[in-house]
Nanobody, 122 residues
C-alpha cells in the first residue's frame, strides 16, 4: 500500500507565498517522477510542475518564475514553493508520484494524494 499525503495549503493574499509538501510512504522500491497538479471544480486536472529523480523539472507556463518544485529522494518527498500568488492560482493541489512498489515490479504505477486546498484572495 502506498500513500501520498500533502500538507501546507491554506489561505493567502495575492502576492503572498505558500509552500506545499508531499510525502510518499508505504511499499515503495523506487520513486521516479513526482509532481504537482491542480484542479478547480468542474475543470480538468492540470499540470503545475514535475521533477524527475535526477532533478529535471518541468513547469506550466502559468507558474514559471513563480513556483519552484524540489524533492528529497532519500525521504520520498516533494515540495512546491509558490511565490507571487494570484487569485487564479486558487485550486486544490494534488501530489503525484510515479513509482515501483517492488524490485520485482515490471512497470511503475501512478499514485495520487487526496489534495490540499490553496485559496488566494484578491
Amino acid at each position: 500500500q502506498v500513500q501520498l499525503v500533502e500538507s501546507g495549503g491554506g489561505l493567502v493574499q495575492a502576492g503572498g507565498s505558500l509552500s506545499l509538501s508531499c510525502a510518499a510512504s508505504g511499499s515503495i522500491f523506487r520513486v521516479y517522477s513526482m509532481g504537482w497538479y491542480r484542479q478547480a471544480p468542474g475543470k480538468q486536472r492540470e499540470l503545475v510542475a514535475t521533477i524527475t529523480r535526477a532533478g529535471s523539472t518541468n513547469y506550466a507556463d502559468s507558474v514559471k518564475g513563480r513556483f519552484t518544485i524540489a524533492r528529497d529522494n532519500a525521504n520520498n518527498t516533494v515540495s512546491l514553493q509558490m511565490n507571487s500568488l494570484k487569485p487564479e492560482d486558487t485550486d486544490v493541489y494534488y501530489c503525484n508520484a510515479d513509482l515501483f512498489t517492488s524490485v520485482l515490479s515490471r512497470t511503475s504505477s501512478i499514485y495520487w494524494g487526496k489534495g490540499t486546498l490553496v485559496t488566494v484572495s484578491s
